[in-house]
């Protein structure tokens, strides 16, 4: 009977030293990425992103949750920018800070989660005119620590966000659009 104990318990070891080995083995890094074409020019989407309180017109996640506690710092738009969240386990709670804003070209902000769990990221938009279009790229990118990984051998990144990057460039399309006709 012990003997089968022991063996038993060996082999829980061995599964939990194999999967600690699997998980220190996953990627550092990751990253999301998706794009889509919009039919305007470059400053006016650019102006979309660069001013946190457009956000609500096209953000994937600004409806999911009315009552959601909503805060701006610092300058209206631009290098700066700090917009503040607390709502639903939906959306967390959580601060983007716009680090870089470069007109018609980039922004750049830290994406700081307080919940459902900490983490830091960064968010990038860059915008490509194409002739009377704009090519806008959204990207999600950071550093993974060991829970991180742990966490994305169950739950993949990309799979996890990218629906909701898509819609939200298909609202900023339609906001983007409608505000180059206004204009």
């Not at 829980?12 to 074409?37: D, H, K, W, Y």
């Not at 017109?57 to 610092?74: T, V």
């Not at 279009?133 to 966000?161: L, P, Y």
Request: with cysteine; charged share 25%.
């Amino acid at each position: 009977m012990r003997k089968k104990l022991l063996i038993v318990l060996g082999v829980l070891a061995a599964i939990v030293v194999g999967f600690l080995i699997i998980v220190a083995l996953q990627p550092n890094e990751f990253r999301v990425e998706r794009s889509a074409t919009i039919a305007a020019p470059a400053a006016v989407v650019f102006d979309q992103v660069n001013d946190f309180h457009k956000w609500d017109a096209w953000s994937p996640w600004a409806k999911l949750d009315l009552n959601a506690k909503n805060s701006f710092e610092g300058p209206s738009s631009g290098e700066g920018a700090i917009f503040k969240w607390s709502g639903n386990d939906k959306v967390g709670e959580g601060k983007m800070t716009l680090l870089e804003s470069h007109p018609h070209d980039l922004v750049r902000i830290k994406l700081e989660f307080v919940r459902p769990m900490e983490d830091t990221s960064t968010t990038e938009f860059t915008f490509q005119p194409e002739g009377g279009e704009t090519r806008v790229k959204w990207s999600m990118f950071g550093q993974q620590n060991f829970m991180g990984k742990a966490f994305c051998m169950f739950m993949n990144m990309d799979k996890m966000i990218s629906a909701d990057f898509e819609k939200g460039l298909a609202s900023l399309k339609a906001a983007s659009e409608t505000a180059a006709v206004e204009k």
